[in-house]
T-cell receptor, first 114, second 114 residues
Framework: DGGITQSPKYLFRKEGQNVTLSCEQN?????MYWYRQDPGQGLRLIYY???????QKGDIAEGYSVSREKKESFPLTVTSAQKNPTAFYLC?????????????FGPGTRLTVL | GESVGLHLPTLSVQEGDNSIINCAYS??????FIWYKQESGKGPQFIID?????DKRQGQRVTVLLNKTVKHLSLQIAATQPGDSAVYFC?????????????FGTGTKLQVIP
């Protein structure tokens, strides 16, 4: 069963804590992405990675960190420096970064700060 | 930068009627366009895509029309069914300094009336 998995589905965090969201894909895709989705707004890019051991900041990287040690995995850490972390987080992957490569999304993680 | 907007935040249609969801974009260099469907609490699902060298593409019950002159994209769903109820948003890809940047619209919520 191929696809993108994200865990956990729901995550609760206390203020001041770091949390890590998991994203795994078995599609053999080179490129992976993290987005944040807030009500009434389009998806906003946090970080992306075009290849293993390489990643770049997106439009709203402040307060987040990522790693790409394996092709299949692209975990996102939401740090205590992120002032408004409550949101729906979506991971995506694509075959490459070519113009016509479609991004496919995981099921998402809903993060709530208590 | 690119801006992508949808014309209606909500669209209500009778079951069996055709639905048309619209999207406008600003960057004339945009070269790849995708429609996604997102059900509540889930990740976006790819529906259909179209390249800038085409003006129409058809899938199963869906058609995407691209008008590059007025920078307008539409998704037509034939014989709308209750299972089509979801948020639909377009994504527009364009080269941004060597990176294929994707800009997402905010979404139109399609409500199907039985």
């Amino acid at each position: 069963d191929g696809g993108i998995t994200q865990s956990p589905k729901y995550l609760f965090r206390k203020e001041g804590q770091n949390v890590t969201l998991s994203c795994e894909q078995n599609l053999n895709h080179d490129a992976m992405y993290w987005y944040r989705q807030d009500p009434g707004q389009g998806l906003r890019l946090i970080y992306y990675s075009q290849i293993v051991n390489d990643f770049q900041k997106g439009d709203i990287a402040e307060g987040y960190s990522v790693s790409r040690e394996k092709k299949e995995s692209f975990p996102l850490t939401v740090t205590s420096a992120q002032k408004n972390p409550t949101a729906f987080y979506l991971c995506a992957s694509s075959m490459s970064q070519d113009s016509t490569d479609t991004q496919y999304f995981g099921p998402g993680t809903r993060l709530t700060v208590l | 930068g690119e801006s992508v907007g949808l014309h209606l935040p909500t669209l209500s249609v009778q079951e069996g009627d055709n639905s048309i969801i619209n999207c406008a974009y600003s960057n004339s260099a945009s070269d790849y366009f995708i429609w996604y469907k997102q059900e509540s609490g889930k990740g976006p699902q790819f529906i259909i895509d179209i390249r800038s060298n085409m003006d129409k593409r058809q899938g199963q019950r869906v058609t995407v029309l691209l008008n590059k002159t007025v920078k307008h994209l539409s998704l037509q769903i034939a014989a709308t069914q209750p299972g089509d109820s979801a948020v639909y948003f377009c994504a527009v890809k364009a080269d941004s300094g060597g990176y294929q940047k994707v800009t997402f619209g905010t979404g139109t919520k399609l409500q199907v009336i039985p």
